[in-house]
């Protein structure tokens, strides 16, 4: 382990046994690990008899968690940034405590593994040089629909979504992509009760209501390409205002100038003054 550095370490997904040789060094090795929720952590660290110094940063007290954290690196310890499963910062915090560390001159490396986005989409046939991965849609009816209007893109789109929002948003992409429009559903990925369905948005209802347990666990959608020429005429502007209501500006930024074309830079000091 090199002192002072931050290193953004990916955690199995469901499966303890995807813990690369790497990832467990590495934690072993760090003087803290930064935990989304300690006891989830706590569960990996166990299994693998390691005991490392874990403190919490969660949504709730990023910031306040980071400040302390940028201020031990400065000071030569190691910390392993990890959340409870997966890669750190997609769809998950740590963005911000990354950003400080760049901002303060600290090296951040990756520790690169598992990820449900990377692993649905290897499993859904969906053949395309690039996909989008547009994280949870917002939580309101029409807020996720209106986000729907800038994902009908002609290349694969990837959604996490909770159980208790499935059923609503699998009727929003039929309503907005059609019946035909083949979507792959991954539940439960890499964990004992794993489904993999892909299929048309028309039967996504129907398979869903097959069986009571459908309704629980984590969920990743793999919404099929759409052809160039259903590609939107969109306004960069409000393609933006939309993703900023899930995503970091940088994030939305980013997404929206790869959707629409425009400026990356110009789009972030929008998204900035937003």
Known sequence: MTPGVLYVVATPIGNLSDASPRSLETLKG???????????????????????????????????????????????????????????????????????????????????????AAAAVSVSGFAAPQFLFAGFLPASAAARRKALDALDLPWPVVIYEAPHRIADTLQDLRQKFGDSREILIARELTKKFEEVARLPLAEAPAWLAARKERHQGEFVLVVAPGSERERPEVDPEKVLQVLLEAVAPSEAARLAAKITGAPKNLLYRKALKS
């Open 30 to 116: 760090a003087d803290v690990i930064a935990c989304e929720d300690t006891r989830t952590t706590r569960t990996l660290l166990s299994r693998h008899g390691i005991a490392a110094r874990t403190v919490a940063l969660h949504a709730h007290n990023e910031r306040r968690a980071a400040s302390t954290l940028i201020t031990a690196l400065h000071e030569g310890k190691s910390v392993a940034l990890v959340s409870d499963a997966g890669t750190p910062a997609l769809s998950d915090p740590g963005a911000w405590l990354v950003a400080e560390a760049h901002r303060a001159g600290i090296r951040v490396s990756p520790v690169p593994g598992p990820s449900a």
